[in-house]
């Protein structure tokens, strides 16, 4: 694993950024960057370091010379995104707090002299940076930034006998920043104590000894030791144990839910207070904790539209409101007579100082950024700020049924073999033949046969998805699936009218029986419908079961539509007929393998039980870490919350400056109420970005 830092070079807005390459710190350890998000040369987003195209999450940590630098050039605007850490916030405050006392002196000692050589301190303490910063930009493609903007203003007001004034710009304008880097930082942490989930070690059982070896090193099968209070290294199954388990930052469950033998337990959580041997089911690079960073990963270089427009708009902005600045100093006096040179080059500094555009490229991108933290704690990840954005504007929900709004755990109801057969021989039949199905229709038949499988009787086993199996039973060709897979291979099924999922077989060309089997739908399901149904959200049923299970399901639940007896691309179809009916985006919630194609083809895909399908998880928008349906909940009500908050964000930003710019054009406004406005438009719009970090509860308005 690439170790992450910031640069400890200076910047744009001239603050250094953290640590010495040579003392890079692991996230989550002390004196730890605290993220790892820069700008992207070309959006000036927040975002992942974009170094390594392919991080993989189970690489060993063993190798500080490839540290991966997260490089904050600016975005135009001058200020830092990146987090500079407790200790420069430090630096920073101190060096403000002198140039603070310094301008308290000028203001309050009558010698004029006096007055001015604190004055002319409290700028040059407080500005250097900036004033540095600035110089550095005139050899780079970054000239028209901030910082060039308050040098300008500063230097003109200085140079027109208004130090008091170039002193205030400067000083305000650094305090902004300080408290602008300290929010930015606050919000990063969010997502950074997800990439800090990355177990260290595990214990290695090998014959009864431990070996403490990387978690990267274990391999499906092996059994593992897990100590009281130690993060849990790996996705398994406890062999021996009993103990309450943390997956809260996984899952967002609220409270430790208890774990015995045969529970499954993820990478990630951290165990209670007794010691857990757990046998270990997926590699390192495929646990839930490896998933999850990935995941955030992604989702931080993802832009929002809105969020590149208004970075660009930004850079394109800065350098027109330079050359205004130098027509309403030069044309009124010299072209048109009015007033003084003087008078008009004030406004235009004024101008200068009201037009620097931060408040728009830091909130924006940082609402976006603290949304996607909020949704992390409640189980919820996005994969970006656009999944956000779409998930918002969905006005119609299609659902999987099992597993999604039913538990999946069938029981077989009924057992009805035709004429002639034996309805023992029937359930041998077809649970030697669904013994490799994952589904869990197939694993409900073999638990219900309950005896050991022969495996030299049945040979040949193939599963065609949405369908059924194929398979070679004592030397005779067997299908066991849908009425309907049986009727495309010639085979006569006769309507048994079951009353739930039935499962078919036919045996050498004939027909010898069918096995209905019943589901339970979730406890939450029904709520969930009805609270989308009163947000004026639509919801359909969309399944490959058949009409008998899926109606009574969708009746239960008051679900709209339903359809049924569909395959994965039948599903494809219908996706793309609610699509094309104009009602707002289109969502679709799964969670196995056979939703994969209809999670890519919805406009948001939402993925159940984030610890699933692989391809599910990799072609969803969004991931609900748990099984409940009810996590839809706040999953829309907080992205809705999350686009209001950047929409009035923009609206406060825009609002404050045109009517500054506006007073300044007539002269009706100083360089103080430009700067104190420019501060405190940023500062309400990065305090109004940090709510997105509060996400609502389930069913919460």
Known sequence: MKHLHSNHETCACGHVHNAQHNTCSLQGEPGAAPAMYAHDDDTGGIHASDTD?????????????????????GC???????????AEWKKDGL??????LFFLLGRLLPNAVSKTVFLAASYLVAGYPVILAAAKNLFSSKIFDETLLMTIASVGAAAIGEVAEAS?????????????????????????ALLALKPDIAHKLVDGALQTVDPADIIVGDSILVKPFERIPLDGVILDGDSFVDASALTGESVPVRKTVEDRVLAGSINGDAVLTVRVTATYAESAVSKIIRMTEQAAKQRAPRETFITRFARVYTPVVVGIAVLIALVPPFL????????????????????????????????????????????ILAKGATSLEALAKVGTIAF????????????VTQVVPASGIDRADLIVLCAHAEHLSTHPIGKSIVQYYGKPIDTARVTDITELRGKGIRATYD??????????????????????GAGGSAVSVACNGSYIGTIVLGDTVKEDAARTIQQLKARGIQTVLLTGD????????????????????????????????????????????????????????????????????????????????????????????????????????????????????????????????????????????????????????????
């Open 53 to 73: 195209d392919d991080p993989d999450p189970a690489e060993s940590q063993s190798a500080p010379d490839n540290c991966t630098c997260a490089e904050a050039d």
């Open 76 to 86: 135009g605007c001058g200020h830092s995104h990146d987090t500079a850490g407790s």
């Open 95 to 100: 060096r403000l707090g002198v140039a603070a």
């Open 168 to 192: 205030a710009v400067m000083l305000l304008f650094g305090i902004g920043e300080l408290l602008q880097a300290i929010a930015v930082g606050n919000t990063k942490r969010s997502i950074s």
């Open 336 to 379: 048109l007579g009015l007033g003084t040179f003087r008078e008009w080059l004030y406004n235009a500094l004024t101008l200068l100082v009201i037009s620097c555009p931060c408040a728009l490229v830091i909130s924006v991108p940082l609402a976006y950024f603290a949304g996607l933290g909020g949704s992390s704690r409640r189980g």
């Open 400 to 411: 999987d049924k099992t597993g999604t709004l039913t538990k999946g755990s069938f029981t």
């Open 475 to 496: 030397g005779q060709p067997v299908l066991v699936g849908k009425r309907t897979f049986l009727t495309e291979n010639g085979i006569f099924v006769p309507d048994e």
């Open 546 to 701: 058949t009409s008998g299970a899926a109606v009574p399901i969708a009746a239960q639940l008051d679900i709209d539509a339903v359809y049924a007896d569909l395959l994965p691309a039948d599903k494809v179809a219908h996706m793309q007929s609610l699509k094309a009916s104009g009602s707002g985006a289109v969502a679709f919630v799964g969670d196995g393998i056979n939703d994969a194609p209809v999670i890519a083809a919805a406009d948001v895909g939402i993925s159940m039980g984030g610890l699933g399908s692989d391809a599910a998880i990799e072609a969803s928008d969004i991931v609900l870490m748990t099984d409940e349906p009810s996590k839809l909940l706040p999953a829309i009500d907080g992205s809705k919350r999350t686009l209001r908050i950047v929409s009035q964000n923009i609206t406060l930003a825009l609002g404050i400056k045109a009517a500054i710019l506006l007073l300044s054009l007539f002269g009706l406004t100083s360089m103080w109420l430009a700067i104190v406005a420019d501060v405190g438009a940023s500062l309400l719009a990065i305090l109004n970005a940090v709510r997105a970090l509060r996400w609502p509860n389930a069913g919460a308005r």
